[in-house]
């Protein structure tokens, strides 16, 4: 790992790396990609596996994530022989399928490009070992509730024994109650730190502000921290800024996939100072350096505020 920049894991991996990899009969919680990905090479030097997969199901809400989990897999499976497939909206499906039937150790999706596939007898579930929701507190509700919920009962008729391990920054009671009907009554909860609780390294300023006067603030503010800011908002603010000489690029909704990616790849590289984006998408970033997040219009969920600052600061720490 250490071609990788991997020297040694992190807090959260450190408490769970050593529950995930445990001969258990039961469910349990934990960081997925680097013991999974260790589970797997075992398997694979053993031959206990069939030819074709997919054995690690990762779901993610946001094409945003979906990628970046799956660059970050293939990263560490370069050199282990190991197949990652990627697959979201507006991602090729015949490029997808074409890969899946070669043979797929380690799959990363969208709900709906996996509702797809299953529904359409592209995708076998019954070799999956391990389904990881990331970023669970957004999948169990909203419009993805039910998809995840018809998964779970399909992996469940079809391979019983498959492990379920769900993942967030904040998971307020509400959660944990939607998470306990999918898991086994004797699954593990890990807990790093306190809950729904932001960094001690990251600084939070409150600016009251109205109408107009927030694009003045704002701009000051950028204007002092001209690179490193990521501004999380909507297409408007990003002709505002960029009315005003400042490099903006946006990744709203609107957007093509393509067109937001191309946003996000200038952002890291340093082209532009400033990404504008929804709260949605802002939740799927983890770029390396981000020294400032505006929040420009409060956000009545405290939980999806504090779910931004930690996945996109989590690069920087």
Same mark, same amino acid.
């Given at each position: ?39 797997? *090479? ?43 497939? =990627?697959?979201? /909206? ?8 074409? $890969? ?9 999706? +969208?709900? /709906? ?13 019954? &070799? ?71 960094? $001690? ?18 701009? =000051? ?28 690029? *946006?990744?709203?909704?609107?957007? +093509? ?12 590289? /340093? ?6 984006? &929804? ?9 390396? /350096? ?22 996109? &600061?989590?690069?920087?720490?």
């Amino acid at each position: 790992m250490m071609d990788k920049n991997i020297y040694q894991p992190t807090l959260i991996q450190k408490s769970a790396i050593p529950v995930i990899i445990a001969k258990k009969e039961y469910d349990l919680m934990g960081p997925f990609l680097l013991p999974i990905i260790d589970e797997l *090479c075992k398997l694979k030097f053993k031959r206990a596996l069939p030819s074709i997969g997919p054995f690690a199901l990762i779901v993610a809400p946001t094409r945003e994530l979906a990628q970046q989990l799956g660059d970050a897999a293939k990263a560490y499976t370069r050199d282990l022989s190991l197949n990652v497939v =990627t697959t979201y /909206g507006e991602t090729s499906v015949h490029d997808a399928i074409r $890969e899946i039937r070669r043979g797929s150790d380690i799959l990363v999706a +969208t709900p /709906g490009r996996l509702k797809q596939f299953i529904n359409e007898k592209i995708l076998n579930v019954s &070799t999956v070992r391990w389904l990881i929701l990331d970023e669970a507190d957004k999948l169990l509700q909203d419009q993805f509730s039910k998809d995840i919920a018809l998964l779970k009962e399909t992996l469940a008729e079809l391979n019983p024994n498959h492990r379920t391990f769900m993942f967030s920054a904040t998971f307020d009671r509400n959660i944990q109650y939607l998470a306990e009907r999918l898991l086994n009554p004797n699954f593990f909860y890990v807990s790093v730190g306190s809950e729904n609780i932001i960094s $001690e390294t990251v600084q939070q300023n409150f600016v009251e502000a109205k109408g107009f006067k927030k694009v003045e603030i704002l701009h =000051t503010v950028l204007m002092a921290y001209s690179r490193g800011s990521d501004t999380d908002s909507r297409g408007l603010e990003w002709d505002r800024l960029s009315l005003r000489g400042i490099k903006t690029m *946006c990744t709203n909704g609107d957007r +093509t996939q393509q067109q937001r990616q191309e946003a996000i790849d200038l952002f890291e590289k /340093g082209e532009v100072d400033v990404l504008v984006s &929804t709260n949605v998408t802002a939740r799927g970033l983890n770029i390396l /350096g981000v020294t400032h997040i505006s929040q420009v219009s409060f956000i009545t969920k405290i939980n999806s505020d504090l779910s931004v600052i930690s996945s996109i &600061t989590a690069a920087t720490k």
